[in-house]
């Protein structure tokens, strides 16, 4: 069964940067275009980006361009999300999304 696992976040200050990564199994990753989403407490979800299934093309969201970098390692079946930059606005739980299937999601915290 598909499995997609986030890991990578945690409390950063305002300007710092985290990678996070989600390990998927269960599919052909590298079949699948991915996508990052978050969830800002109390707020609704918001896409954040997209990749290919080959890597070639990325889509971000206006929130995202020029801090946020996405990749995958198809070898090694897992996606990743460049962070820089770092806003408090963007503290919120980071999904890894495939289709109609989530991770367990990853807490960021953007604070002082």
């Known amino acids: 069964q598909v499995q997609l696992v986030e890991s990578g976040g945690g409390l950063v200050q305002p300007g710092g940067s985290l990678r996070l990564s989600c390990a998927a199994s269960?599919?052909?990753?590298?079949?699948?275009?991915m996508s990052w989403v978050r969830q800002a407490p109390g707020k609704g979800l918001e896409w954040v980006s997209v990749i290919n299934s080959g890597g070639g093309t990325t889509y971000y969201a206006e929130s995202a361009k020029g801090r946020f970098t996405i990749s995958r390692d198809n070898a090694k079946h897992t996606l990743y999300l460049q962070m820089n930059s770092l806003r408090p606005e963007d503290t919120a739980v980071y999904y890894c999304?495939?289709?109609?299937?989530w991770g367990q999601g990853t807490q960021i915290t953007v604070s002082s």
């Open positions: 999304r495939l289709g109609g299937y």
């Open positions: 269960g599919f052909t990753f590298s079949n699948y275009a």
